[in-house]
């Protein structure tokens, strides 16, 4: 029979292997292993440290797509660098918002 810990060990994969996705689900397993309190202090630092590692997998791999993103956005036929807008835009106001 495995148990919680077992599984959580196997579920763990060196950061070089994990894609995006897979490093973002091992987060959430974490967090609720850690949520749920039946983790042993000795468990929780390791827990928290792969959490820490898999925060900076993450962290990078977004860091590429938005490079990727600036190099890729086009205005016309010529390939211009775009800074990638990490702030959403505002909405603009409507004279049916106003009120009077």
Known sequence: MTTKKQQNDKDAAP?????FEKALERLETIVKDMED?????????????????????????LNE?????????KKGD????QPFDTEPAEP?????????
């Not at 950061?15 to 894609?19: P, Q, V």
């Not at 797509?65 to 956005?73: C, P, Q, S, T, Y």
């Not at 603009?92 to 009077?100: P, Q, T, V, W, Y």
Request: aromatic residues 4%; charged residues 35%; proline residues 0%.
């Open 15 to 19: 950061e070089g292997d994990l894609n």
């Open 37 to 61: 309190g039946s983790l042993g202090l000795e468990q929780m630092m390791q827990r928290f440290e792969e959490g820490q590692k898999l925060v900076a997998v993450c962290s990078r791999k």
């Open 65 to 73: 797509v938005e490079r990727k993103i600036e190099v890729l956005a």
């Open 78 to 81: 010529d390939l211009k660098l």
């Open 92 to 100: 603009e106001a409507d004279a049916s918002d106003e009120l009077f």
